[in-house]
Nanobody, 128 residues
Framework: VQLQAYGGGSVQAGGSLRLSCAASGRTFSSCVMGWFRQAPGKEREFVAA????????VYADSVKGRFTISRDNAKNTGYLQMNTLKPEDTAVYYC??????????????????????WGQGTQVTVSS
């Protein structure tokens, strides 16, 4: 699976951005999709994940209620809608895919090692 994330940018605190992740090379609907982020000097951390069917979602506590993960399997694209952005959301955001058709999410889908394919990152900068 080839993944390409885009949609990052610079916004002020309280603003919104929508990230997209375009997939190609394999049936996107057969993959669990996740979003991670990495701030300078920090480890890559889990943000959100969505099952291949789209029916099961999970979020990191730090973004719950502000971010929404979704997918459009017909378009081979995943999304991360980010609202009420905070300066601490500043990071490079990555989308990732685990090639498993599943309606459930595993604990491993909160971990970097739970994913086989990664896209390049897209920078999100939130100013105060």
């Amino acid at each position: 699976v080839q993944l390409q994330a885009y949609g990052g940018g610079s916004v002020q605190a309280g603003g919104s951005l929508r990230l997209s992740c375009a997939a190609s090379g394999r049936t996107f609907s057969s993959c669990v999709m996740g979003w991670f982020r990495q701030a300078p000097g920090k480890e890559r951390e889990f943000v959100a994940a969505i099952a291949s069917s789209g029916g099961t979602l999970v979020y990191a506590d730090s973004v719950k209620g502000r971010f929404t993960i979704s997918r459009d399997n017909a378009k081979n694209t995943g999304y991360l809608q980010m609202n009420t952005l905070k300066p601490e959301d500043t990071a490079v955001y990555y989308c990732a895919a685990d090639p498993v058709r599943s309606s459930v999410l595993l604990l491993s889908h909160r971990e970097v090692h739970g994913y086989h394919y990664w896209g390049q990152g897209t920078q999100v900068t939130v100013s105060s």
